[in-house]
């Protein structure tokens, strides 16, 4: 997946996912919503077959529970490999 940003509003939209892996997020998006709408596009893409109500279901409950567990947007470090070795 990778994530591109700009302004949505045209679409009225605050994300949008596309089947090439591709996301859009709306840049003027911050903090909270900015995290949910990221996971709400990133599960469109992984899980095509989930209902909207579902995706929204996922992508505000993890929103809780990492922002909870006081996960925030501050730095790019991916030096350590995620489970499947990428």
């Given amino acids: 997946m990778k994530v591109k940003y700009r302004r949505l509003g045209k679409q009225q939209a605050l994300g949008l996912s596309y ?7 709306d840049s003027r998006l ?3 919503k900015h995290l ?3 996971i709400h596009e ?3 893409y992984l899980l095509p077959e989930m209902t909207e109500e ?5 992508s505000v409950g993890l929103t809780h ?3 909870a567990e006081g996960y925030r947007r501050c ?8 489970q499947d070795g990428s």
């Fill in 54 to 58: 579902g995706t929204i279901r996922l």
């Fill in 75 to 82: 730095e790019m470090d991916d030096s350590k490999p995620m």
């Fill in 19 to 25: 089947e090439d892996g591709l996301i859009e997020i």
């Fill in 36 to 38: 949910e709408i990221l």
């Fill in 42 to 44: 990133a599960v469109h």
């Fill in 30 to 32: 911050k903090g909270k």
């Fill in 65 to 67: 529970l990492l922002w």
